[in-house]
């Protein structure tokens, strides 16, 4: 009796740990272009940083504890996450596995370019004040405004944004546009020379929706 009352203490104090497992790195770089590799992730948040630093708060639900690995190149700084697991082998086949779920809160200073490289992986941008390259399999995609040029490239989800005295380029083969709850024809082109900000999005089946201001 005393075996299994200290088992189940032992994995309620194991699921706990799971339920609270994250991971922060806080650092300052000099380079202008970042890469940030989600494919691990599930959801990818992007905010303005209010100081000079790069936050990453990595935050998982599942058994996975998320490293943050970051890496600086000559014209680029690569930011990766490496899981390793916290269960430990004797309590295995007491555990049920959960469904790996973890996110990421990203804080960059403005008038970074940054790309976000990912599989099944929904993306959400509070009106970032910089360049975005996002390329994705498939998920949610809501980037609010879009302060500075874009070039979104993903197979499947739904799109929205706003942006205002920008250039459009959007192409969707089986999915549908919308600008200002206007149905638009694929590819929804829009060219102004007087304008650098360009918006161009990719994608197969993608449902895109556009506010113009």
Same mark, same amino acid.
């Given at each position: 009796?005393r075996?299994y009352?200290?088992l189940?203490?032992?994995?309620?104090?194991?699921?706990?740990?799971?339920?609270?497992?994250?991971?922060? *790195?806080?650092?300052? =770089?000099?380079? !202008? $272009? @970042? %890469?940030?590799? #989600?494919?691990?992730?599930? &959801?990818? *948040?992007?905010?303005? =940083?209010?100081? !000079? $630093? @790069? %936050?990453?708060? #990595?935050?998982?639900?599942? &058994?996975?504890?998320?490293?943050?690995?970051?890496?600086?190149?000559?014209s680029?700084?690569?930011?990766?996450?490496?899981a390793?697991?916290l269960?430990?082998?004797?309590?295995?086949?007491?555990?049920t596995?959960?469904?790996?779920?973890?996110?990421?809160?990203i804080?960059?200073?403005?008038?970074?370019?940054?790309?976000i490289?990912?599989?099944?992986?929904?993306?959400?941008?509070?009106?970032?004040?910089?360049?975005?390259?996002?390329f994705?399999?498939?998920?949610?995609?809501?980037l609010?405004?879009?302060?500075r040029?874009?070039?979104?490239?993903?197979?499947?989800?739904?799109?929205?944004?706003?942006?205002?005295?920008?250039n459009?380029?959007?192409?969707?083969?089986?999915?549908?546009?919308?600008c200002?709850?206007?149905l638009k024809?694929?590819?929804?082109?829009k060219?102004?020379?007087?304008?650098?900000?360009?918006?161009?999005?990719?994608?197969?089946?993608a449902?895109i929706?556009?506010?113009?201001?």
């Amino acid at each position: 009796m005393r075996y299994y009352i200290t088992l189940v203490i032992i994995l309620v104090s194991q699921f706990t740990i799971l339920g609270q497992n994250s991971s922060f *790195k806080s650092f300052v =770089s000099p380079l !202008n $272009e @970042i %890469e940030v590799n #989600v494919k691990a992730l599930d &959801e990818v *948040k992007i905010q303005n =940083s209010e100081t !000079n $630093e @790069i %936050e990453i708060h #990595v935050l998982s639900q599942s &058994e996975q504890h998320y490293d943050v690995i970051t890496k600086e190149f000559e014209s680029f700084l690569k930011i990766d996450f490496k899981a390793s697991s916290l269960s430990r082998n004797v309590f295995r086949k007491y555990i049920t596995k959960r469904v790996n779920r973890a996110s990421v809160l990203i804080k960059i200073p403005e008038n970074k370019s940054l790309t976000i490289v990912g599989e099944n992986v929904d993306v959400i941008s509070e009106n970032y004040k910089g360049d975005l390259n996002i390329f994705i399999e498939k998920g949610y995609v809501n980037l609010n405004e879009v302060k500075r040029s874009l070039n979104l490239k993903l197979f499947q989800g739904n799109v929205y944004f706003s942006s205002k005295k920008s250039n459009f380029n959007i192409k969707t083969n089986r999915g549908k546009i919308k600008c200002n709850d206007s149905l638009k024809t694929s590819p929804y082109l829009k060219k102004n020379r007087s304008l650098k900000k360009q918006i161009k999005v990719s994608s197969i089946r993608a449902n895109i929706f556009v506010n113009e201001l």
